[in-house]
């Protein structure tokens, strides 16, 4: 999209900080309130047949990329790393002991950090920790992230070999100026190669993590990667809007503030690349993502959790590891951030439950409308009845109705059962689930990522 084809005033007007709504309520408003008691009377709880998807963390890095704002630390070190495992296989027993025994795992989840960090036979350890205690199937959705640098053939045999079948490979950007902008020098060979040895396993689901809005980066040099990763063909893709926030992760003040991207900028890279994604034959879903017609995430019922667009539907989310979170029937929770007081925790009574939110009534039906309003771009009355009854719907539609009537930019456009985003209010969705959210507090801005 070119620069001149852009309503400036408009993004402008919109370039707001706000959540990206991973969860209602963010999880900025967790309170220490929430503890190790709740989570184990939740988890009592559950229904007998419950599914569950499982999110591990792994949070080490062999060296710190400069954008990064993830729970993370980087380690030349292996035994910290082998300490960790400890601990989470300990955690793991403890949460395995309190689920119920008939419970079914849907999906499963090796983020970090670097989940490919750990050594061969700690992977195939950690893999077997997990099968001991919860039902893994051949079924069971098993996804872990991959940084191409720390990847090897024996890593890889050790990942199919434990189910492993689906890998997500950071990339951000194959720009050699973008990288040392970030402190990640990554080659597009290397890249390729880590792709190679999971594909010459036979794993065939793959999706790839780029950023837009990188210092250095332009709507020229993101074009140019989107061409090399078109080129590897993933299922996947994934493109986040670079959230640079220096006082809540220290290791951004390295970035050099001058050379960041402004919202105009961004907002074009943003459309640029899904233009050209559209044309190589991928679907945009939601907000950020983009697969195959024929990848699942294309097919089946598409929702938003903590590792962000799936077709994740279980029940219950269970975060393992430092500052991992997990969501309930009853609200969420989640661990103590620093390895440190998570394994101390751990070691105390079995769990690091640090804080989290009990989820009210009114808590659950706004949720329900943000969910649905960044996965659908839509609002309907018919699906909050079926789901939390008239009286919940018809107390919403007051909101809706003042929403479509005051609506100075063209975002929304009124249907028969609520309200759908238009083409030009898409890019805007998280400024329209703003409207819903009860807890947003403007002053906190520092804490979220600019919204285009």
Known sequence: MSLNDIDRA???????????????????HFQSSVGPVDYRNWLAGLADDAA?????????????????????????????????????EAEIATVAGLVPRRHRLTHLHWGGGSPDILAVADIVRLGAALKANFHVEAATEFAVEIDPRLMTADKADAFVGIGVNRISIGVQDFDPAVQAAIGRMQSYDVSKASLD?????????????????????????????????????????????????????HNQKLIDEATLPGPIERFAMARRLTSQLAKAGYVQLGLDHFARRDDSLARLPLNRNFQGYTT?????????????????????????VTVADYTSRVAHNGLATARGWTLAPDDRL???????????????????????????????????????????????????????????GRPFVRSICARFDAYLNPAAGARHSMSV
């Open 10 to 28: 408009l993004v402008m007007r919109r370039a707001a900080a706000l959540p990206r709504y991973t969860s209602y309520p963010t999880a900025n």
């Open 52 to 88: 569950l998807s499982l999110y591990l963390h792994i949070p080490f890095c062999n060296e710190m990329c400069w954008y990064c704002a993830c729970s993370t630390k980087a380690t030349r070190r292996y035994d910290p790393v082998a300490r960790y495992l400890d601990t989470l």
């Open 197 to 249: 040895l999971f594909r010459d396993r036979g794993i065939s689901s793959v999706n790839m993590d780029l950023v837009y809005g990188l210092p250095r980066q332009t709507e020229h040099s993101l074009a140019q990667t989107i061409s090399q990763v078109i080129e590897l063909s993933p299922d996947r893709i994934a493109i986040f809007g670079y959230a640079h926030l220096p006082q809540r992760a």
């Open 312 to 336: 994740d539907g279980a029940d219950t989310l269970i975060g393992l590891g430092a500052s991992a979170i997990g969501k309930l029937p009853q609200g969420y929770v989640q661990n103590a």
């Open 366 to 424: 706004r949720a329900f409308v943000i969910e649905r309003l960044m996965c659908d771009f839509a609002f309907s009355f018919a699906a909050i009845a079926a789901n939390f009854g008239e009286a919940d719907a018809h107390g919403l539609l007051r909101e809706v109705d003042a929403m479509v009537a005051d609506d100075p930019d063209g975002f929304l456009t009124a249907s028969d059962d609520g309200f759908e985003l238009t083409p030009r």
